[in-house]
């Protein structure tokens, strides 16, 4: 019993020795821990400050600008959609001022399509590589509009590495659309054997698609070629 008691003193003497080591801690770091605790409140509130009363207001703005743009370019009203009403403002205006928010990043999308229509293919090149929307419908559409500005500027290496680009990037049926550009342009720099397999891959990866549809009288065009 008594060993008993003895341990338990022990233990107390431990905590109450825990207790003053961790007092003692406290009192000579008290200036310090109000100074980390100070810090970490400001930086929260700052963060919580930048959110809701910076970051959220620009994207709702943002987003108000882009959809006047938006409708511009869904009626082909391409110069408008690029440079604004005088009132809303066009792609250009929107990747200046809001280039960081969502809506900014998308206003270079459709600011590349935009270049690509009228005939600026350097342009829609490069604003469409800075497109970066992580979606895996726009974004293989961004490379595929920059494979078309690469035909357009003769550059056809570059041309099919993005259309390739574009098919593999979330497969789905719309690569096939890619695959053939892909094709076309394979023939175009007379590599046969890289035709026909993208040829190919179409008719059994896509069959339900409209590129499927009539891909054998390409695959037989390219054995042709193949044979001369």
């Known amino acids: ?54 970051a959220k207001p620009r994207e709702t703005a943002a987003q108000e600008q882009i959809s006047a743009a938006q409708r511009y370019f869904e009626i082909d009203s391409l ?13 250009n205006e929107i990747i200046e001022e809001y280039g960081s928010t969502k809506a900014g990043k998308l206003a270079h999308f459709y600011a590349g399509v935009c270049n690509l ?26 490379y595929c509009g920059i494979g078309d500005a690469y035909v357009e500027l003769a550059q056809f290496d570059d041309a099919v590495a993005y259309f ?11 690569s ?16 046969y054997a890289e035709a026909m397999e993208t040829y190919k891959k179409i008719k059994t990866h896509y069959s339900k698609t409209t590129e499927a549809q009539e891909i054998d009288k390409y695959i037989e065009r390219t054995k042709i070629k193949q044979l001369k």
């Open 79 to 91: 110069n408008l959609a690029l440079n604004g009403d005088g009132i809303n403002l066009g792609f």
């Open 117 to 142: 229509h009228m005939g600026n293919f350097e342009e829609a090149i490069s604003l469409l590589k800075d497109f970066d929307g992580q979606d895996e419908i726009l974004q293989a559409r961004a």
């Open 1 to 54: 019993m008594s060993k008993n008691i003895k341990k338990e003193e022990e233990n107390l003497k431990a905590v109450g020795e825990a207790l003053s080591k961790g007092e003692k801690f406290l009192a000579e770091n008290k200036t310090k821990i109000i100074r980390i605790i100070t810090l970490a409140v400001v930086a929260v509130v700052a963060i919580l400050g930048y959110v809701y009363l910076i």
């Open 164 to 174: 390739m680009k574009a098919a593999n990037y979330r497969e789905n049926n719309f």
């Open 176 to 191: 096939a659309a890619y695959l053939m550009k892909a094709g076309l342009v394979y023939e175009q720099l007379g590599k």
